[in-house]
């Protein structure tokens, strides 16, 4: 009966695994709580904000990469790993590095992922940014084992303000929140705008609230009096503000950034370049629509087994330097094919210029050019970086 | 995954046989959003009738005596049979998920067809209407070529970047081939011994040695002034004599004409937006264009190496069949 039993194990192995002889495993870590996902702030749907925990973009992933390691006998696998503190998470992610883990998706908030990262400085995983936005990571905090995929804000405003001159709307009032994240949007839209050529009239800050000691400051129309302006930006990281806004500022202008018209990862209603197939497979598993930091997590699993599929083996150095190469070609299904900035590690990537159901324009938008990618234009070039390795 | 639906497989909307129709001489175009293949007169090219599809209809392709037309429709989930001498919609094969693109076998009893969201490759007998199997491949599976001899289909999957080789009588996968970036579309050489398929996202056709399944040679792209992102080729078709290829390199709105022994491009043909498939009529004096992003078809002079007239048709075309 034993011996039976095992001959029909075996066999089922053998069935089952035709080519995969290995199989590659990626680390997937998250923070539990994460304010990001709260529950009212999810259903509220603002725009280019996350509408649920990324791990579904790298499963839908997983699912389409069965076949990048046919010919190198690899199969693909993902291991979760979660918990409150850094602390606790690094000693679950060196679990995993022992058991010989070494590509680690990261969907935690920009101080988490800095702390994951030191504490694997100069060993053998790689990291791969999959929600946090911030500049800081991709300049002065850069850290040579990590790397991006979700855009960074100044990507994100370079795309804007792109569209802002093509238009000739040059002339823009900023109106910007308390909450710092606020002014790191603020900081992204004046490097961008100073870089190609908008004008920023004013810049004004603003509260959520209805005290009417505070109307200059939470009343739209106050707020957006007493200048002139092309369009009206909004810094607002958590959008409540910002989705109260259109419609409502002075002069009949329109609402960019938080609100409105924003450059995003995706867009559920892009149609071309293979995108439509890429969000139906998300929504059969994730029952929602796929937002940025899905698609950067799905893109990451995908850059994984397109190492492997190219350099035909797991050999870790190979996959790392395949990374970085100058010809690598990923494919994103938004057109132009993405890569990896060598100075910093941010995927280079077209970005979706959104309303909250259609795509107006893609940037980079048509006439900006740069000497060597046209990519290049969005987001830090290599004489922009700060980034030292 | 609803790919066998127990009844209602088929239904025929008329039981008469095709009537005789020969050499109308005019063109089909596939319009995917307007949901119509639209008809033009092969010399005046001025439109003949716009012929109402199931939604979204992408791939064309007659059965061998040029009675019927086939055209894959993709959210319309059917292959609508399109009857070429009442230029209607008489018959379809229904419940087909996503069909997207397809070839019939030389002896008109198979159809292969990519169906894109399952990531399949699936068989429909032509008798019965009736998908009989279908073959697991990589995700968003697009070209489909059956060979000459009826004995292998070749299937590319754009997201494995792989040309997957099946074997007809096992229905089983015999090889898979890693090809350049986002493969599409494939053409064979008239001696059956080189199989080119292009790659959308690499700027290049690789051509694949049919004996041994392997990548020989790979030809790039690269018209002056063009970056390799702005370079995308799709549609590809040979000459009867095998010496000639055309592909088109999409968002660099060009045709690009292809010395195949050689593996050199000869010219570059500038034609409309995102120039998408491309179709000889039958004596290969006239090469049509299908320009996804202007909504009109390229007629290229092939002598001339030039377009001698562009044709409105419906909105995001797909493909050109010539009836001649």
Redesign the interface.
């Known amino acids: 009966m034993i011996k039976a039993c095992l001959y029909g194990l075996l066999c089922w192995l053998a069935c089952t695994s035709v080519w995969a002889e290995q199989t590659l495993t990626i680390g997937y870590a998250q923070q539990s709580d994460d304010p990001r996902y709260d529950d009212k702030h999810l259903t509220a749907q603002f725009l280019g904000q996350a509408l649920g925990r990324p791990y579904a973009g790298a499963e839908v992933a997983l ?6 390691g ?2 190198a006998g690899i199969q693909f696998a993902l291991e979760p790993a979660e918990a409150t503190t850094s602390a606790d998470l690094i000693k679950q992610l060196e679990a995993l590095q022992g058991e010989g883990v070494r590509f680690i998706l990261t969907d935690l908030p920009a101080t988490t992922l800095s702390e994951v990262a030191t504490a694997f400085k100069g060993k053998d995983v790689v990291f791969f940014n999959v929600s946090a936005p911030e500049d800081s990571l991709r300049q002065a905090q850069c850290q040579a084992n990590v790397f991006h995929t979700l855009p960074n804000h100044a990507m994100q405003a370079d795309a804007l303000v792109q569209y802002l001159v093509a238009h000739q709307w040059k002339e823009v009032l900023v109106l910007e929140g308390s909450n710092p994240a606020d002014q790191l949007l603020t900081a992204a839209f004046e490097r961008a705008a100073k870089r190609y050529g908008a004008k920023i009239v004013a810049k004004r800050p603003f509260v959520l609230g209805n005290d009417p000691r505070e109307r200059d400051k939470n009343n739209i129309a106050l707020l957006t009096g007493a200048a002139d302006y092309d369009a009206v930006y909004i810094a607002d990281s958590q959008g409540e503000f910002a989705r109260n806004a259109a419609y409502q500022t002075l002069l009949p202008r329109p609402v960019i950034g938080s609100e409105g018209l924003n450059a995003l990862a995706w867009n559920w209603a892009w149609q071309r370049h ?1 995108a439509p ?1 890429v969000e ?2 998300f929504e059969k598993i994730a029952s929602r629509r796929m937002s940025d930091p899905d698609w950067a997590a799905w893109i990451a699993v995908k850059t994984i087994a ?1 190492a492997v ?1 190219q350099t035909n083996g797991d050999d870790f150095n190979k996959l790392r330097a395949f990374l970085t190469a100058n010809d690598t ?1 990923l ?1 994103g299904a938004k ?3 993405s890569s990896f900035r060598p100075w910093d590690h941010q995927l280079r990537q077209p970005l979706l210029l959104s309303t909250h159901n259609w795509v107006i324009e893609r940037a980079p938008v048509t006439g900006f050019l740069h000497e060597k ?3 290049d234009t969005l987001g830090f070039d290599e004489h922009d970086s700060t980034c030292k390795f | 995954m609803k790919l066998f639906p127990l009844s209602l497989l088929s239904f025929s909307l008329l039981a008469s046989s095709p009537a005789f129709a020969k050499n109308t001489g005019y063109l089909f175009v596939s319009s995917e959003d307007d949901h119509i293949v639209t008809v033009l007169d092969g010399k005046t090219f001025e439109k003949i009738k716009d012929i109402k599809t199931s939604k979204r209809p992408r791939h064309l392709q007659f059965n061998p005596d040029k009675t019927l037309l086939y055209a894959a429709c993709g959210e319309g989930e059917s292959i609508d049979i399109i009857d070429v001498a009442k230029l209607e919609v008489t018959d379809k094969i229904a419940d087909i998920e996503d069909p997207e693109a397809f070839d019939i076998s030389p002896d008109n009893k198979t159809l292969y067809i990519s169906l894109e969201d399952d990531g399949a490759l699936g068989i429909i007998d032509l008798t019965s209407k009736k998908m009989t199997k279908t073959v697991e491949v990589g995700e968003e599976p697009e070209g489909v070529l059956a060979s000459p001899d009826g004995k292998t289909v070749y299937v590319t999957s754009e997201v494995a970047n792989t040309v997957h080789v099946i074997d007809t009588a096992s229905g089983e996968a015999k090889a898979a081939i890693v090809v350049g970036e986002r493969p599409r579309r494939f053409a064979l050489s008239p001696d059956g011994k080189e199989l080119w398929v292009t790659s959308e996202l690499d700027a290049s056709a690789s051509i694949i040695d049919v004996a041994s399944n392997t990548v020989k040679d790979k030809l790039t792209f690269a018209p002056e002034g063009f970056r390799k992102e702005d370079i995308t080729p799709v549609g590809i078709s040979m000459t009867k004599d095998g010496k000639t290829a055309f592909v088109t390199i999409g968002r660099a709105n060009r045709v690009a004409v292809v010395d195949v022994a050689a593996r050199k491009v000869e010219t570059y043909i500038l034609v409309g937006e995102r120039a998408w498939n491309a179709t000889l009529n039958q004596d290969e004096s006239l090469l049509f264009v299908a320009n996804g992003l202007s909504d009109d078809v390229s007629i290229v002079k092939v002598d001339d190496r030039k377009v001698t007239k562009s044709v409105p048709v419906g909105r995001v075309p797909y493909m050109v069949v010539v009836d001649d």
Not at chain 1, 63 to 68: A, L, Y
């Open positions: 699912k389409e990469v069965k076949f990048h046919q010919n293979g197939q139906k497979r397109t599929q070609t494919d057109g132009s094919a990618n046209n990519l």
